[in-house]
């Protein structure tokens, strides 16, 4: 299409297309929920769907936060060992936090802490790593 306004009117029908689908994942968990208890909803392959989706658009939405942020604040990004520290911390608060749970052993408090460490690194990584190149961008831009 090169008609800028019906690229944008296909945007926004693919949006409204995911917000009523959302909805209606969201309608069938709760209606999953209340008919056979909140333990099923995660076992439904929705859950599955849904997290996946929620996941993916964070990611997305990633890029879009990084340009805005770096529109208003154009400093050099710090250290990466800021963001590992970070992500490090945030796995070992909720190990801890899952095994002095009632229930909690140190095998889930090393998976759990172990699956968000890596989750935080991921995401912090692909942030500060659009930062970065945000940065060289335009201090050569600069530089020109």
């Not at 917000?19 to 995660?42: E, N, P, W």
């Not at 400093?75 to 800021?82: A, H, V």
């Not at 936090?97 to 990584?125: E, N």
């Amino acid at each position: 299409m090169k008609d800028e306004r019906l690229v944008l009117q296909s945007l926004k029908n693919i949006r409204i297309a995911f917000a009523f689908q959302t909805i209606c994942i969201v309608g069938m968990l709760i209606y999953d929920g209340i008919r056979k208890g909140i333990s099923h909803i995660t076992d439904s392959p929705l859950w599955l769907i849904f997290m996946a989706t929620c996941v993916l658009l964070g990611y997305l939405n990633i890029r879009i936060s990084v340009d805005v942020q770096q529109t208003f604040n154009s400093k050099k990004p710090g250290p990466y060992y800021k963001t590992l520290l970070l992500s490090l911390a945030v796995g070992v608060v909720f190990g801890g936090i899952t095994f002095i749970g009632p229930d909690g052993t140190l095998r889930d408090a090393l998976l759990i802490g172990g699956v968000l460490f890596i989750c935080f690194l991921a995401s912090f990584s692909y942030a500060y790593y659009l930062r970065r190149k945000h940065y060289e961008e335009m201090d050569e831009d600069e530089s020109i």
